[in-house]
């Protein structure tokens, strides 16, 4: 079945710590995204790549940061320069057309 | 800039009462529109969509009719169900803002028995 995977579902970081969520798609969409959703809120762009090799920030992208280095993969590093990262990380996908599709995401906790 | 403005939640409803969940836009050029629902502890799931004025997207015996004049897609069910418990998250995208989905606060709905 085609469809977006993010690993792992709950993570646990101390303060001080990198850490990467992982992000895959077989649905062979171009584009990719990372959105963060805090309790009661909207979702929010942290960054998002339309090809292999380029990605822009979105409108919360500091303390983050990406890679694109095949289309099937997006992965993010939340860095210890993000001073709030607790929340839920979302991960989409899209071809040209407009409709996105979201992984299960990935609810990061910090200790 | 784009904005997409949801009724305020949580909306408690009666299993089989008719739900209506207001959403509105502001976009330039001709937005595509989508309403997107999210289970608890999950992603969200695409529910239905709209491509231009007067389409209705539906699914689910959920509707929503895209209305140029009144820049609205309000979300619409006849008899909700225990089931539809969830998160509704409207949403939009446009050319202008290069395909990046614009979403609404989001609407949470408790259906009770």
């Known amino acids: 079945d085609g469809g977006i995977t993010q690993s792992p579902k709950y993570l646990f970081r101390k303060e001080g710590q990198n850490v990467t969520l992982s992000c895959e798609q077989n649905l062979n969409h171009d584009a990719m995204y990372w959105y963060r959703q805090d309790p009661g809120q909207g979702l929010r762009l942290i960054y998002y790549s339309q090809i292999v090799n380029d990605f822009q920030k979105g409108d919360i992208a500091e303390g983050y940061s990406v890679s694109r280095e095949k289309k099937e993969s997006f992965p993010l590093t939340v860095t210890s320069a993000q001073k709030n990262p607790t929340a839920f990380y979302l991960c989409?996908?899209?071809?040209?057309?407009?409709?996105?599709?979201f992984g299960p995401g990935t609810r990061l906790t910090v200790l | 800039g784009n904005s997409v403005t949801q009724m305020e939640g949580p909306v408690t409803l009666s299993e089989e009462a008719f739900l209506t969940i207001n959403c509105t836009y502001t976009a330039t050029g001709y937005p595509s529109l989508f309403w997107y629902v999210q289970y608890p502890g999950e992603g969200l799931q695409l529910l239905l969509k709209?491509?231009?004025?007067?389409d209705k997207g539906s699914n689910k015996g959920f509707e929503a009719t895209y209305r140029k004049e009144t820049t609205s897609f309000h979300l619409e069910k006849g008899s909700v169900q225990v089931s539809d418990s969830a998160v509704y998250f409207c949403?939009?995208?446009?050319?202008?803002?290069?395909?990046?989905?614009?979403f609404g606060g989001g609407t949470r709905l408790m259906v009770k028995p």
């Open positions: 989409a996908s899209s071809l040209t057309s407009y409709e996105q599709f």
């Open positions: 709209a491509t231009k004025a007067d």
């Open positions: 949403a939009l995208s446009s050319n202008n803002a290069g395909n990046m989905l614009t």
